[in-house]
């Protein structure tokens, strides 16, 4: 199996951590965190960049979202009825020193909720990796399960929240319960970010409150949400002096990418002005 492992248990609501799946941030004493103020704790406390990755892997604190995310990983999908899924919240991915920092809405269900790795494995993740391939920020065109070598260059990928949700649609509450695991991110991450790219409206809400936690300046009132919309960001004092350039896109969903709302040279010309200020 590409996206799981031989011998594996037969529908398994989960992964165990630390049982060898390629990329498994966590091991089997992984502090978990069962509520929103564990979430806060947990985050807060995170040695690190690594450590912090794999808190948010195990995370179990929103009851309906770990719910679904197992259920997901138990019927599965006819496609992949042979594949274990990983089931699990998905960590950050990519460089641990980035330029570009890359925020997304939440994983698929059939898609990180089954490869264990944000935008990998499903129609989004094709359409963004062969854009950030052509830019020059990923190794491979395609990104198909954990382990299939590929990279990125001088970026990274998270998600606002980290577990599948039912229809696509976290509520609120969710997204307010894992919002500490991203501002520590984004924290983590700011000495080398010189450029935030945000998919989608509903990412385009869920960093702003992540950025103003890690120390950047915000500039009010909000800018609205569109596709190329750029902000410039004064970043979090000790960092560097230049100002941060925040990127709006359309996000790379089935729905956009059929109607063509967004396009291959669209998405690709986003990355290729995200790596050009970054540099």
Known sequence: MVAGRVNAPPNAPFVPP?????????????????????????????????????????CRACSRLVEWREQVAVERRRAFADQEYWGRPIAGWGAADPGVLIVGLAPAAHGGNRTGRVFTGDRSGDWLFAALHRAGLAALPTSEHAGDGQRLFGARLVAVVRCAPPDNKPTPAERAACLPWL?????EVAATVRVVVVLGGYAWQGIWPALKQAGYELPRPRPPFGHGVEVLLAPPPGTAPEPVL?????????QNTFTGRVTADMLEAVFVRAREYAR
Do not use: F, I, K, N
């Open 246 to 254: 925040l990127l709006g896109c359309y996000h790379p969903s089935q």
């Open 183 to 187: 501002a520590r991110e984004v924290a």
């Open 18 to 58: 630390g049982t060898g799946w390629p990329g498994d941030p966590a091991g089997p004493d992984t502090p978990v965190a069962h509520a929103p103020d564990e979430v806060v704790e947990l985050a807060a406390t995170a040695p690190g960049l690594a450590g912090l990755c794999a808190r948010q892997s195990v």
